[in-house]
């Protein structure tokens, strides 16, 4: 368990390495610097910028000195915290950030326990009564919210919360609460608003959960053990539970690989359209003035949520099986 | 004399291959191709026909929009702005008159400065077929009005509504069911080409090359692939014309999506690389391309193309995502996206509902889309 642990941790050390490269080139792609983009954009509303504080950001930013140099100052600052500078908030991108992140972190992670909690049951009905009414409606609501746009759920909930509950549009919160501090009226007005982006985020999800849990299940059902207890006469739901279930739970596990960077694209998107305070709108924003610091700190931190979630996974799979465990590997 | 036998004799003489002789249908099953078997069990599959229909449908629908379409891309009607959709009706107090539409009486509220639409049941507008209405090019070809409806002289048919300039929301659903449909097929097409070339050597070689391309799909596929997508697209220049951006969609988009295809080219690869045809392609010198691709690839092409449809989906819905997002296509250029950008706001959700429709063809499509690809994978191993 442990040379499997450090060999993990060791490969993700790499990865974000490659990750932080790739973010770097989009930062750089936009054509011209964004010191010159920023320039361009204070004279154009009739501000004077003295040579002095361009030479100044330009020495201090890097920005004369060749690429490969601009990228090892980008990743040393960020191991030290420093994420480069805002050009459009005027702030350092760790201030901007701040907690963003952690409200993305609470959406995700709500999303994932969402997903869970719905394909669990319905995969297991799946499975077990295939090919049956319920089976074949259940696929069908999973596929259509497979082939819904979130954004376009995600306004129409909104209006439908609004116009029957009486929810506050957009936000995460009710206005009133947003500089109170925590109390039990906040926390209820944060979970009103908060199943909405869960719920619309998690449709896409829900449906290939539902379908893999039902395949693994489907297969585990067929085999010769579960035969042999079922003549001995074991009671169906014990057996069930007892072990095909358990065999077919890995997918839960260890498709947060393939879920979380669903998740947090999904995320990015109806957040926007929710105009939520996580780091979607924000990373559109940043995109759309070509706040390229920002928007590359945004593009890190997602991947690097993407890449420890997969980790944490990982481990939790290795703790629940054996055969990952003691190989290294996943079984197939 | 012999006593009467029993048993009965046949005269014929005897044919010791009638036991292994077939019947023609038997025939033509047992010597069919893979393609035709595959094909045979895909027809068994109701919903994937069904849904390979609709989608040559809305492809072959792509040829012709100028003709479907009611109105031109970029008629406005400025007395009709957000018009609500109008109702085709057959029969009049009673009385069977054919399809026609109630004409609008329009008035302005003047508590809410809202448009106020309301069909005047005295003003009959029957709707024209196979008509001259709005003068399109087609294909850059020819100049032409034939269209398979229109409005009575002096009437109007908006069957989906108008947007906020006056435009006929159904003419451009269909002319962005183009764009919409083709970003899909060369994104794929992309994703593709990249998927095989990359799993191919990656599966073929193994070794190191196979490490440092699993590591490179590791780190692609550990991007949120919609933040990527943003940014990447955000990146393209403003400057580029329509045509340009909308390649420069389709291969973003193709070229973080074929990642999941090379994993599969490569786990085929490495166990069909060990089997004998292989080492005898090697042995009598073929080169390593064409042993992948004359000997290796064919084998599981089948399942390729089914693994390649069910990706297409998300490709569209990417688009849409981009375009709504104002980070995709842009207008000039209509895809049902670009259409989704005016549902922006809750507003339209409470007020001009319509202006939404352009997400049923999107769930259609990628519905249809993902019938057809697990029936296609369902059909992939014929033999099975």
């Known amino acids: 368990m442990f040379s499997y642990l450090v060999h993990r941790l060791l490969i993700m050390i790499p990865t974000l390495l490659a990750v932080s490269l790739i973010t770097f080139i989009i930062i750089q792609l936009p054509p011209g610097d964004y010191l010159s983009t920023y320039v361009a954009e204070l004279e154009a509303q009739g501000e004077r910028v003295s040579d002095d504080k361009i030479a100044f950001l330009r020495q201090q930013y890097g920005f004369d000195r060749p690429m490969h140099e601009q990228y090892f100052t980008w ?25 963003r992140l952690l409200l993305s972190f609470i959406v995700s992670f709500s999303t994932i326990v969402f997903t869970w909690v719905v394909s669990f049951p319905i995969g297991v009905y799946s499975a077990t009564h295939q090919y049956s009414v319920g089976d074949y409606s259940l696929t069908f609501l999973g596929f259509l919210g497979l082939a819904t746009p979130n954004f376009l759920l995600a306004l129409v909930l909104l209006y439908f919360a609004n116009v029957t509950f009486g929810t506050s549009i957009g936000g995460l919160m009710d206005p009133k609460y947003l500089d109170a501090p925590w109390s039990w009226g906040k926390f209820v007005s944060v979970m009103e608003h908060l199943w909405i982006p869960v719920v619309v985020i998690g449709t896409s999800g829900t449906a290939g959960m539902i379908r893999r849990l039902r395949a693994n299940l489907l297969d585990e059902l067929q085999k010769q053990y579960v035969v042999t207890a079922r003549a001995k006469g074991m009671h169906p739901f014990k057996l069930l539970c007892k072990y095909p279930l358990r065999m077919a739970l890995n997918p839960f596990i260890a498709d947060i690989g393939s879920l979380l960077p669903q998740v947090i694209s999904g995320a990015a998107i109806v957040s926007v359209v929710l105009s939520l305070p996580t780091t979607g709108p924000m990373l559109l924003n940043a995109l759309r003035t070509q706040d390229m610091y920002l928007a590359g700190s945004f593009l890190m931190f997602l991947a690097m949520l993407t890449v420890v979630g997969v980790f944490l996974s990982d481990l939790a799979l290795a703790a629940l099986d054996p055969r990952i465990r003691l190989h290294g590997r996943q079984p197939n | 004399m012999m006593p009467k036998d029993n048993h009965f004799v046949s005269e014929a003489p005897f044919d010791p291959m009638t036991v292994e002789a077939m019947s023609p249908e038997q025939e033509r099953f047992f010597m069919a191709s893979q393609w035709t078997l595959m094909w045979y069990k895909l027809r068994r599959h109701r919903l994937a026909v069904g849904a390979g229909i609709i989608l040559i449908a809305l492809y072959a629908s792509v040829l012709v929009s100028e003709f479907l379409a009611p109105y031109n891309l970029h008629t406005r009607h400025t007395d009709f702005i957000y018009a609500p959709p109008q109702g085709v009706h057959l029969f009049h107090e ?13 008035r302005l509220d003047m508590n809410n400065l809202r448009r106020v639409y309301t069909p005047n049941p005295n003003v009959i507008q029957p709707l024209r077929f196979f008509c001259q209405g709005d003068s399109y090019t087609f294909w850059n070809w020819f100049e032409a009005q034939f269209h398979l409806v229109c409005p009575a002289e002096g009437g109007t048919i908006f069957l989906l509504g108008t947007d906020r300039l006056g435009r006929d929301v159904l003419s451009r659903i269909i002319y962005g069911t183009r764009i919409s449909l083709t970003v899909g097929l060369f994104g794929i097409a992309i994703s593709f080409t990249l998927g095989l070339f990359f799993g191919g050597i990656s599966g073929y070689y193994g070794g190191w090359v196979d490490n440092l391309i699993q590591r490179m799909i590791e780190v692609i596929r550990s991007f949120p692939d919609l933040p990527l997508w943003m940014a990447l697209s955000a990146a393209l220049p403003v400057t580029w014309n329509p045509i340009l951006i909308y390649f420069g969609i389709t291969i973003i988009l193709g070229l973080l999506d074929w990642t999941g295809l090379a994993r599969a080219v490569r786990s085929k690869l490495l166990a069909l690389r060990e089997e004998d045809f292989a080492t005898a392609a090697v ?7 064409r042993i992948i691709s004359r000997h290796l690839m064919p084998s599981f092409m089948s399942h390729l193309i089914a693994s390649a449809t069910l990706s297409i989906p998300a490709m569209i819905l990417g688009e849409t995502a981009l375009s709504f997002l ?6 000039p250029i209509t895809s049902w996206g670009v259409l989704l950008n ?32 697990d029936g296609l994978r369902d059909a992939a191993d014929p033999y099975h």
């Open chain 2, 342 to 373: 005016e549902a922006q706001n809750i507003n339209v959700v409470a007020l001009y509902p319509w202006l939404m429709l352009p997400v049923v063809p999107v769930i259609i499509t990628v519905l249809a889309f993902n019938f057809l690809g």
């Open chain 2, 94 to 106: 009673g009385r069977f008159v054919g399809p026609f539409v109630y004409g609008f009486d329009y």
């Open chain 2, 283 to 289: 042995l009598m010198g073929a080169s390593p391309g």
């Open chain 2, 326 to 331: 104002g980070l995709g296509l842009r207008s």
């Open chain 1, 75 to 99: 990743v040393a600052g960020m191991l030290q915290g420093d994420f480069g500078y805002s050009f459009e908030f005027n702030l350092p991108v760790s201030e901007v950030v701040g907690d």
